[in-house]
Nanobody, 124 residues
Framework: QEQLVESGGGLVQPGGSLRLSCAAS????????IGWFRQAPGEEREGVSC????????HYADSVKGRFTISRDNGKNTVYLQMNNLKPEDTAVYYC?????????????????WGQGTQVTVSS
């Protein structure tokens, strides 16, 4: 079964850190751009970060630049999102997605695969 599975979410205090993982099974991530997206209650899903296949070019939303880092380990068929200095406004369900076209993935949220999401809650 081809699927993406996120893990690593949880409850953290403001200023804390979490590392999300996005593991693929049933297919290889090597040729896919991978994006992390998030959706807060009552809000639209928005892009957080993405990483291209090949040269692993990265892109970040302005709201997370300098705090979040995306990386990929093709050997483990996994993509990570390291989140530091978390803020209450980062609270959302975080999804990873894989797409062969990075621009469509990032701009149109058009993906070949979506994960089921993992909850991140930043609160004191």
């Amino acid at each position: 079964q081809e699927q993406l599975v996120e893990s690593g979410g949880g409850l953290v205090q403001p200023g804390g850190s979490l590392r999300l993982s996005c593991a693929a099974s049933g297919f290889t991530l090597d040729n896919y751009a991978i994006g992390w997206f998030r959706q807060a209650p009552g809000e639209e899903r928005e892009g957080v970060s993405c990483i291209s296949s090949g040269d692993s070019t990265t892109h970040y939303a302005d709201s997370v630049k300098g705090r979040f880092t995306i990386s990929r380990d093709n050997g483990k068929n996994t993509v990570y999102l390291q989140m530091n200095n978390l803020k209450p406004e980062d609270t959302a369900v975080y999804y990873c997605a894989a797409g062969l076209d990075r621009l469509k993935l990032w701009v149109l949220l058009s993906a070949d695969y979506w994960g089921q999401g993992t909850q991140v809650t930043v609160s004191s």
